[in-house]
């Protein structure tokens, strides 16, 4: 074996780096709840904070549920699915609207918990939290995007070509397509609305617990 071979064999394959993102995928909920867990465990609310996180936890949500009435009952899947392409609504702005949702949701629940730590302890929760979300969202986005690059084709091309991964367009996409569909939305997000009603019962304990 000679030195190109070596380090040939050094790098990962793209088929072990696509095994990766589909575990990554996979388990997205279980890796997006520990953040949460740090919040319910350590965070210390206080009113104002509570007064400021629960409005954009809510905005976050909503947008959500808004792009989940465009894109269907496949958001929740343990594999990426796509029974059609969805570029209207929130997708006419930008490819990922369910994500930047659970990012402001995040953000709201993280500002909500943690109103009465020390400011570098908050700061380093809320931040923390956005991160591993980040980080997570880094690695899943890819394996969607060669999902759907290879079953919708050109068509996807030149969605992503005129609307991008995250910044929102100013108009909307001029070829949007899809209708929104409001009955899909309690069947795709009954996990997510389990999630929210434990995050605001947790922030309510922990809220009495503060002022008690």
Known sequence: MDEHDTAASSEPSSSSRETYREQVFRYRGALLALPALALVAFGRPSALSVTLGLPLAHLGELLRCWGVGYSGVTTR???VEAPRLATNGPYAYTRNPLYIGNAITALGFGIAFTGKLSPWVRVAM???????????????????????????????????????????????????????????????????????????????WKASRETS
Do not use: K, N, W
């Open 126 to 204: 809320i931040a923390g939290g956005l991160t591993a979300m980040g980080a997570v969202y880094a690695t899943i986005v890819p394996h969607e995007e060669a999902y759907l690059a290879g079953r919708f084709g050109e068509s996807y091309r030149a969605y992503c070509a005129a609307v991008g991964r995250l910044v929102p367009r100013r108009r909307p996409y001029h070829e949007a397509e899809g209708r929104f569909d409001a009955s899909v939305i309690a069947r795709a997000e009954t996990r997510t609305f389990v999630t929210f009603g434990l995050m605001l019962a947790a922030l309510a």
């Open 77 to 79: 899947g343990d594999q």
